[in-house]
């Protein structure tokens, strides 16, 4: 399929579909920080999601971004921090034996967090080589899901109708 987006000319749709995928979970991430403004811990949650928005939108910009040094150690050092995050809210989860985790705060988080941490490994090394028709497949199928999950969740007021009230007034 040829290399990774190298220049404009040579683009693939696969180049400009793993671009576009990018860009919208760069805009996805950017929204989940947007609405932690109002949260208690606002704080650890932007982070949690602006540095994957900026590292994705990186990535939609210039594919080969992947392959430098500072973009890999700010994405791994983000994994590692989220995947200790993850691994005690799905503790935290599993004890309180919560089946509905979009209906806890906890579980919107665990979800999250969990989201930008896998798609960060799947943006790795990405700009090495051609992206190829299983990450572009798989980052469409990714893609996709949270914003239907969370238009489907926006809409349905009777899903909402538990939530606390700082996360009713966010979007």
Known sequence: MGEVCKEKRDKTWLCVTWQVCNLFMSLFFALAAYVQINDPDAGIWMV?????????????LKPQVTETLPWRRVADLHVMISSAVIAMLGWALYKERVTQIFHQEEGREFSGLMLTAVWLLLCRHSGRGSVGMLRVSTAVAITVFPFVAWLYYHINKELRSNWPEHCKTAI
């Open 48 to 60: 949690g999601y602006g540095v994957p928005a900026v590292l994705v939108a990186l990535i939609g």
